[in-house]
């Protein structure tokens, strides 16, 4: 239904931005760029990290160059001193024109203000009571969403079981505001529709190696024999971590981002991260051109990508499917 409704409604909207675009920025304008679980250093236009490499470059393709009449603020974990909504009441008290939010912390902002325009990378926006409908968000929020629901936690459980047919119990390994947030209900609604039970592993911001290696050793001292990472930045900066450890258990894997399988997890069902940061980009130059954040379609993932690892299989004792190889968007041998 809310994907018929962004559809039925796009156009209208569509038009409205392309007007706000056709309007020149201002002459020197600040972002604000806020992530409980990503240093401030990858942050950058020529981060290490190509999800915000693509972010500044769509921004500057679009006419917001950072020295030249863009002034970027950084509010990355090391900041999370006092806790979260310590941190976001800081970011609200400088008054930015726009605000990035990169996974946990949205929520945290609607309650903070209603006047600064925010842009989001979050879950379901809706679930989480971030805005009224994908079509016309209403309000001061708007953005892109990495969940499609129950569906795409049932597709990465049915593909890992593709691969392991074995798999009996699964652990889900995330961060606790996340689960408890939105990700919570839809794993266990993807866990009953497809019989595989699910125990989670929660972990609390700000996190640690040892958190993390206490955790995944859970997944096999409660019975499970496979496990699932959940979607978070934070996942994505830990990756070396989280593959080694789970190595450590011989448990068959499912990732979020293709990254971790590059670096030796098993397999990724990944939204495509490049995508969905030139969308945020596309959105914060129509707000900082005076588009109304309420206005702006909030984007639901549509394109993923699949990526599998035939050493780390072949360490496991698997076989990989031909299905799988024939699907794969990146095979790693």
Do not use: C
């Not at 997944?219 to 830990?238: C, F, K, T, Y």
């Amino acid at each position: 239904m809310r994907r018929r409704e962004f559809l039925a409604g796009g156009l209208s909207v569509a038009a409205g931005i392309s007007r706000a675009a056709a309007q020149p920025a201002s002459a020197w304008q600040r972002l604000a760029i806020f992530s409980l679980s990503e240093p401030a250093a990858l942050m950058q236009e020529k981060s290490e990290n190509r999800y915000y490499r693509a972010l500044f470059a769509e921004l500057r393709r679009l006419g917001h160059v950072e020295g030249q009449n863009l002034t970027v603020e950084r509010y990355g974990k090391e900041k999370n001193i006092s806790g979260p909504a310590a941190l976001v009441a800081e970011v609200v008290r400088s008054q930015p024109d726009v605000v990035y939010v990169v996974g946990f912390g949205a929520l945290l902002f609607k309650r903070e203000t209603s006047t600064i325009p925010i842009v989001a990378l979050t879950g379901d926006p809706i679930a989480q009571g971030l805005i009224q409908s994908l079509t016309r968000p209403g309000g001061n929020i708007t953005g892109v969403s990495v969940d499609t629901g129950p569906s795409i936690h049932g597709k990465r459980i049915a593909l890992l079981k593709e691969i392991f047919p074995a798999l009996s119990k699964l652990a889900y390994l995330t961060l606790r505001p996340q689960w408890e947030a939105i990700q919570g209900a839809a794993v266990r609604a993807a866990s009953a529709a497809t019989g595989i039970p699910v125990i989670s592993l929660l972990l609390d911001l700000p996190t640690t190696d040892e958190a993390y290696r206490a955790a995944i050793a859970r997944a096999s001292q409660e019975g499970a024999n496979a496990i699932m990472v959940g979607d978070s930045p934070d996942a994505l900066g830990r990756r070396g971590l989280i593959v080694d450890l789970i190595e450590q258990t011989r448990l068959p894997a499912m990732h979020p981002f293709r990254e971790l399988v590059e670096v030796g997890g098993l397999m990724a069902y990944a939204f495509d991260l490049v995508e969905l940061n030139k969308r945020v980009a596309n959105n914060i130059d129509a707000i900082l051109r005076g588009a109304n954040p309420g206005e702006i379609p909030y984007y639901q993932a549509a394109k993923f990508e699949m990526s599998v690892n035939l050493k780390t299989a072949k360490s496991l004792g698997l076989t990989v499917p031909q299905t799988i190889l024939a699907s794969a968007d990146e095979v790693i041998e």
